[in-house]
């Protein structure tokens, strides 16, 4: 199989932080772009962030930038996104997804992940 794992997420009160992670199974992610996005209730899958596959370029959208750091660790075939400063608007599920080069699209990555849930409320 090729798939995705996301893990880390729960829930969090507003101002707090999590950190995602996301592994392969049955591939490595090494050679890939990197990109995590969100799908909260009632709304389309967002592009939050992406990274290359030599973890050189990094990108964010507006509505998280500053807060949320993406990084990856190809020794350990790992990409994470640190989360801080967490509003509940950020509340989603999040994916992880791997493709050829990095982007906010969703339609740019060919394997995803099957999400993990982040819920922000007091």
């Known amino acids: 199989q090729l798939q995705l794992v996301e893990s880390g997420g729960g829930l969090v009160q507003p101002g707090g932080s999590l950190r995602l992670s996301c592994a392969a199974s049955?591939?490595?992610?090494?050679?890939?772009?990197l990109g995590w996005f969100r799908q909260a209730p009632g709304k389309g899958r967002e592009g939050v962030s992406y990274?290359?596959?030599?973890?050189?370029?990094?990108n964010y959208a507006d509505s998280v930038k500053g807060r949320f750091t993406i990084s990856r660790d190809n020794v350990k075939d790992t990409v994470y996104l640190q989360m801080n400063s967490l509003k509940p608007e950020d509340t989603a599920v999040y994916y992880c997804?791997?493709?050829?080069?990095?982007?906010?699209?969703?339609?740019?990555?060919?394997?995803w992940g099957q999400g993990t849930q982040v819920t922000v409320s007091s």
């Open positions: 997804a791997a493709g050829g080069s990095g982007s906010l699209l969703t339609q740019v990555y060919h394997y």
């Open positions: 049955g591939f490595t992610l090494r050679l890939y772009a």
């Open positions: 990274i290359s596959q030599s973890g050189a370029v990094t």
